[in-house]
């Protein structure tokens, strides 16, 4: 799924003692004169007539009138020019020039002729919010801004300025990867409420008492990532998502969960397909051992749940056996996700009474381990999880041990996400079906009579439908 363009990039712009054109002299100007002065630019002003604060300021010697009419080369070694006159025509030019000089340029309210618009912004030096609606709705913009205005406590900028200055400090007394750990625990601690009381002291004692506490292993997240749909992920896997340092992910995870992991944590790709293990899995334990030992929060991110076919397992016993603390958190499984996505409770009063999770992956001789006498059996409804390739042999197999051939079963491919396919039929033409409709994704089979609900509970809009004849 391709993500929607940017129309604009974010960005903050170090403009101390660097060159700025202002091209007018009236109200606007000096709105704009007055942000430029506050992130220490040296403003050059180009009007024919300046009000009388713009005048003062001028002879005061915070910025230069340079001239009365502008001209292109006013522009060369400016980082920024910006006109704010309401001579459209004269905008026009200077942002003309600017283009051609390789100057980024704002024309004020007129996105079209800018080449960078400035954001609505909430003033917490060093701390800044800067909101943007691309132009789209200003308004929003600005009602935006209102709101974190009286939610963000007007003393933050103190604690992000004491932040900053030991930033160094911090970092000279810990390990790789710790700081941030002891940061978060520091603006969750009464040390944070001191700074923000402006007793830097206390603060002082209470940062350097976190650094001398902190654990010298980190810990693993084992999380449950569910089967596609970031709406289904819990609330719990999304905390932890975002306060890791390290993710550990492999191919099942949608690039929009991987999105919600803290934009700074490192991530590295253990990714597996069928018979092609990128990482073996011993090797993906030890690593687990190791990134834990450095005092680092790793989070093990795992399509669906990570105990269902997931081996979790696996995973913690080396934990265990290496005394690493973890945390295990479970995720909706494909079973769930893609039944209910589908259309197609697991269970039903008058279909099934139970509900077996199986795996249809073959063996390394291509044979398929399963209890067929248990699964072909009526009343009942068999997921088979990593059954694509071998449901030619799933479906015979039941049909041999008593399941009648026109038994209904459906292919679910990438379920729950926008891509999510379905393919209804029978155990005797379903193979046939799936294979027409090209199904290579993460694919589950639903095999029982519950299949037949799916007729007029289907709610999911899907990418593609295949129906029985
Ligand atoms: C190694 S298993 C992991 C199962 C996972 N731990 C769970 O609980 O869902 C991978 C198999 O799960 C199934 N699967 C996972 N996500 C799926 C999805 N979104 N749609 C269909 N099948 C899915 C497929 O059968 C896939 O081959």
């Known amino acids: 799924m391709s993500e929607p363009v940017w129309p604009y990039y974010p960005l903050f712009l170090k403009l101390q003692g660097q060159r700025v054109l202002l091209v007018g002299g009236g109200e606007v100007a000096l709105r704009k004169l007055r942000l430029l002065q506050r992130a220490g630019a040296r403003v050059e002003i180009v009007a024919a007539a300046l009000t009388p604060e713009i005048g003062l300021i001028c002879e005061t010697g915070k910025a230069v009138h340079v001239a009365a009419a502008f001209d292109e080369a006013q522009l060369r070694g400016c980082r920024l020019a910006i006109a704010a006159t309401d001579d459209r025509a004269l905008n026009a030019r200077v942002a003309a020039a600017a ?72 970092r000279g007394a810990t390990a790789q990867g710790e700081p941030r750990g002891i940061w978060e625990r520091f603006l969750d601690s009464p040390a944070a409420e001191r700074v923000l009381a402006g007793d830097e002291a206390a603060a002082e004692a209470g940062l350097r008492a976190l650094i001398d506490a902190r654990p010298q292993v980190g810990e693993v997240y084992l999380v449950g990532a569910g ?47 069928r018979s092609q293990h990128a990482v073996p899995q011993e090797q993906i334990n030890a690593e687990l051992v190791r990134l834990a030992q450095q005092g680092l929060r790793v989070l093990r991110l795992k399509g669906g749940d990570p105990f269902i076919f997931g081996r979790g397992g696996e995973e913690i016993d080396t934990l265990m056996a290496h005394g690493i603390p973890f945390q295990v958190v479970p995720g909706i499984t494909a079973a769930s996700g893609c039944a209910a996505y589908a259309g197609i409770p697991l269970t039903h009063r008058d279909y099934a009474q139970s509900c ?114």
């Open 356 to 469: 077996i999770f199986v795996t249809g992956h073959a063996r390394k001789d291509g044979t398929l381990d399963l209890h067929w006498d248990q699964l072909a059996r009526r009343g009942q409804t068999v997921v088979v999880y990593m059954g694509l390739h071998t449901l030619p042999a799933l479906c015979a197999e039941l049909i041999q041990h008593g399941l009648p051939a026109d038994w209904p079963a459906a292919m679910v491919e990438e379920g729950t996400s926008p891509h999510q396919r379905v393919v209804v039929g029978t155990l005797d033409d379903l193979p046939q079906r799936v294979q027409a409709a090209g199904f290579k994704g993460a694919s589950l089979l639903i095999v029982g009579e519950v299949v037949r609900l799916r007729g007029h509970l289907r709610w999911h809009v899907e990418a593609a439908h295949v129906a029985p004849r």
């Open 227 to 273: 089967p596609g749909d970031p709406d289904l992920l819990t609330f719990k896997a999304l905390r932890l998502m975002q306060q890791c340092d390290v993710v550990l992910h492999d191919r099942l995870i949608a690039p929009q969960v991987l999105e919600l992991v803290r934009r700074d944590a490192r991530r590295l790709f253990v990714g597996k397909a």
């Open 99 to 170: 283009e051609a000089a390789g100057v980024p340029v704002n024309v004020v309210d007129d996105a079209e002729l800018s080449r960078f618009i400035t954001p609505a912004i909430v003033d917490r030096a060093p701390l800044m919010v800067a909101i943007s609606s691309g132009g789209a709705a200003p308004v929003l913009a600005r009602r935006l801004r209102e709101r974190i205005e009286t939610w963000l406590p007007a003393t933050y900028g103190r604690l992000a300025d004491f932040m900053r200055r030991r930033r160094d400090a911090v």
